[in-house]
């Protein structure tokens, strides 16, 4: 957590200073100040879906579909689940910080992640209604088989 906000610190330092140069300082933070406005309930509502999860989410559970003991189940159902949450990065990596990352496999983390960054189910219904069910299915079904190939993959590299 320390190494993002070193990380993002001197991003915002240096496009700070970018932003002084260009004498659009005041721009920048309005622009910050209404993103935060935005963002703030989603985040304050994040943090408590992912508070009474933690919570009523039995960690034995967790294990045996997702963690070590689950083998292969947790390369199939890893990508099911980072499939179905729905919402940007402000919700999915907390979830996944406060439920996951001491329950699975570094396989089933690359997999959930991959399949969180590329199916998104809240996009299906905008996809049939702008591209067609045949160019959907055709999507979906290549993106159902990458997530678990990249999770075996980081599984027999790093696992």
Known sequence: ???ALIALSLM???LFYVAYRQGRIIE???EAKNMFINVL???IIAFIIVGFLGLLLPEEAL???LG???GWKGLVIGPAVGALVVGGPFVFFPLFDALFRGSVTIGTAVAMITAWGMINVGHIP???TFLGPRFVALKISLYIAVPTLAGLLAYI???
């Open 1 to 3: 957590m320390i190494d």
């Open 12 to 14: 915002a330092i240096v």
């Open 28 to 30: 920048g933070l309005k």
């Open 41 to 43: 309930p989603i985040l």
């Open 63 to 65: 294990q045996s579909w």
């Open 68 to 70: 070590e003991g689950a």
């Open 126 to 128: 905008f996809e049939l």
């Open 157 to 159: 590299l790093f696992g």
